[in-house]
């Protein structure tokens, strides 16, 4: 038996579609390939568009976690920068009292102001030595400022004082550099403000002066610094004026100051209380 082999006529058909399914591959393998780089160009561009807004959300978020930073930080500084400035201003009275009571010619008592009392006609101030201190009624209360007032009551380790901003407050007083003298008070309205009375119109006064305690009244040693000049008024009906002070002394701010041994004239003090009795 003879083997049969097929003819060329026969596989034509076979080999023709063998070509077209070839070149149909090719076809949609070529076509794929450029819809993939389409799709690359088009996913290109718009990450191009998209890089910028991104871009600035990143540098925001950024610049916000840098800004609350800053100012945890800056809160931080300013505190230390208030506590720094404290003790500054610390250091610069604690100066202040010791060079005062090195020139002192009375003996000083230091004290700390442990309680005020400052918001009436009748105000109060307690401090941190009493008679165990040897403190007594009537002794002047200042700082290295001036006056600040007198003490009125004592205990053992306390005392409490009569500010210059109290209704009963008085005190002989003079114009630095000058002869005119006066008695200066509290009016009971305003806090930081003192009047001087009694200074006769003829006398030249201006804004500026300082005033200081005279020692005329037997009370308070003189030379004490009281307050500024501040203005000046005409008096009522007298032949005298009216002068507005500033006090040199801060009553809300001050803590610290000195008790001064200062004790009255005796002789003095005995003719001034049998005039009393006189008249």
């Known amino acids: ?3 049969r082999l097929p003819r060329i006529t026969d596989a034509k058909d076979y080999i023709i579609t063998t070509l077209i399914l070839i070149l149909a ?14 799709v690359r160009k088009v996913s290109v561009t718009v990450l191009s568009y998209l890089e910028q807004p991104l871009s600035n959300i990143r540098v925001y978020r950024q610049a916000l976690n840098t800004n609350t930073y800053l100012q945890r930080q800056n809160v931080l500084l300013q505190d230390e ?7 500054e201003q610390q250091n610069r009275i604690l100066r202040e009292l010791l060079n005062f009571r090195t020139e002192s010619d009375y003996p000083l008592v230091p004290v700390m102001i442990v309680s005020k009392e400052l918001t009436s006609v009748n105000n109060a101030l307690t401090v941190s030595a009493g008679s165990n201190d040897e403190v007594k009624d009537g002794m002047p209360v200042v700082n290295s400022d001036g006056l600040i007032g007198i003490v009125i009551l004592t205990t053992g380790n306390y005392s409490q004082v009569m500010p210059f901003t109290h209704s009963m407050f008085k005190v002989s007083a003079r114009i630095q550099d000058s002869r005119a003298f006066g008695i200066v008070s509290w009016e009971g309205t ?3 403000e003192l009047v001087m009375r009694h200074v006769p119109q003829t006398i030249q006064v201006e804004p500026g002066q300082y005033v200081e305690t005279s020692g005329f009244s037997n009370q308070y040693p003189p030379n004490i610094p009281i307050g500024e000049i501040t203005r000046i008024e005409p008096g009522d009906g007298v032949e005298t004026q009216i002068i507005y002070l500033r006090p040199f002394v801060n009553l809300n ?8 041994r200062f004790q009255p004239d005796t002789e003095i003090q005995e003719l001034m209380e049998r005039q009393q009795e006189l008249f």
């Open 1 to 3: 038996m003879r083997l």
């Open 25 to 38: 591959t090719s076809l949609m393998i070529s076509r794929h390939d450029g819809g993939l780089q389409n």
């Open 81 to 87: 920068l208030s506590r720094l400035r404290s003790v």
């Open 190 to 192: 305003n806090y930081d």
């Open 253 to 260: 701010t001050v803590a610290e100051g000195f008790i001064l």
